[in-house]
């Protein structure tokens, strides 16, 4: 975990915390810094493009509980209320997926991979992972064998349980192993 000062696109600084891997660090802070509106902003287009909708209580909470309500509005009768929803709503939605899809088998590898590593799991961590991917399978194999000579049962536990995760990666961007 870190923080970075990023100047969104917005034009303001806002002290940001990110977690994960550093290219994933890295282009999220590019997103942001291209398309990110700050918090501040944020809040602020909330209340000015807003569409006032009446909508069923049920599907506020199950659908819009992140927006505001306008005061008094709830019906008791119809149990309808009327829920400021953004214009923008919809385009966001868009971007996050589009945002979720990027994430690479690579990434998902590296993941794995720092989970069964646990405490010791760390950004230089993450950047080996992530060399180990890119160098054939066999080199990390012949890693493996010469870090193991000397190595606790449980640390060769945990070095096959990764060398599974490289093979299984290898497999899914059809390598040879
Ligand atoms: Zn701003």
Redesign the pocket.
């Known amino acids: 975990m870190a923080k970075y000062d990023v100047k ?1 696109s ?3 600084t806002h002290t940001i915390e990110l977690y994960g891997p550093t290219a994933d660090r890295e282009r999220k802070i590019k997103y942001l810094e291209e398309c990110g ?2 918090p ?2 944020r809040e602020a287009e909330k209340a000015v493009d807003c569409e006032e909708v009446e909508m069923h209580y049920s599907e506020y909470k199950n659908n819009y509980s992140d927006c505001k309500t306008k005061a008094n509005s709830y019906n008791k009768k119809t149990k309808t209320i009327i829920v400021y929803v953004p214009k923008k709503a919809e385009e966001e939605i868009v971007e996050e997926n589009t945002e979720k899809s990027e994430i690479s088998l690579e990434d998902v590898a590296i993941k794995e991979m720092c989970k069964v590593a646990g405490k010791t799991a760390n950004e230089d961590f993450a950047i080996k992972c992530k060399s180990q991917l890119s160098k054939p399978f066999s080199e990390s194999l012949k890693n493996f064998e010469k870090s193991s000579k000397n190595a606790a049962p449980d640390k060769i536990k945990k070095g096959k349980e990764i060398l599974e995760i490289i093979k299984s990666y290898k497999k899914s961007i059809g390598e040879e192993i």
């Open positions: 969104f917005c034009g303001h509106i700050c501040e902003c």
